[in-house]
């Protein structure tokens, strides 16, 4: 292997040699002639962006100061006693037995469940015959309540039959399903809902004329307005 010998180089030399455009004293007139036309153009460029993203800016900034907190959910109760629940606009559910905000309540199916009541032959109760024996049953006299009273919504304590219940949690189960109004928070409920889901599943656990369900008068209250509240980022 030989050796290339390397050429003379002076490191005091200019790297290329001099043009005769380039010498000391004298300019490139190409040079000039690209200066005079990027200034212009790149002046241009500049003032295009900062025009072009001033409002961008300006917006982002405006809906930083002017965004608002996500919206609470809107919550409404009907109170501890009939007198609240009407004062505040609620409705008597008879499928719940219980007073519910406007916005929850549903007139469709709470007339399907009167259309119901009426085939099926429901009756209300002040006692019960749950406890007598099979033979005490035929003789025990139980005190009916009239339905218009019983949609007063003032029946505390009374008693209806366990084929009547039956049809309560198959209605939970309709209403859930429609939501076209609000949710309350019975509807929600999980203990009440492993209790339907229980007795759907058995519905012969009792005679269906057995009046053995105790009611007690519900004050629900309500939030949102449907399940449809789920399809969007807050609820108003």
Known sequence: MTTVPQAE????????????????????????SVKRFLGPF?????????????????H?????INAVAPAVPV????????DEARAKGCHFQLWSYSWVPHNCFDADLHNDFLKLHVEEGWKYYRNNNS????????????????????????????????????WHCVFYLRRFFRATGGITNRDRDAHHSVHCQAWL????????????????????????????????????
């Open 9 to 32: 180089h002076d490191e005091d030399e200019p790297f290329l040699a001099e043009s005769p455009y380039t010498g000391k004293g004298r300019k490139d007139p190409r040079l000039e």
């Open 42 to 58: 790149l002046f241009g460029v500049i003032a295009s962006s900062i025009l072009w993203a001033a409002p961008l800016v300006i």
């Open 60 to 64: 982002r900034t405006s809906t930083a």
């Open 75 to 82: 919550i409404t109760s009907c109170g501890v006693s009939p």
């Open 131 to 166: 406890d007598a024996t099979a033979a005490a049953k035929s003789s025990t006299t139980l005190e009916e309540v009239s339905l218009d009273q019983v949609l007063l919504g003032e029946g505390d304590g009374l008693y209806s039959t366990w084929g009547q219940h039956y």
């Open 201 to 236: 599943a058995d519905p012969f656990a009792h005679g269906w004329e057995t009046v053995n369900i105790h009611l007690e008068v519900g004050y629900h209250e309500c939030e949102g307005d449907g399940l449809r509240v789920l399809d969007r980022e807050h609820i108003v």
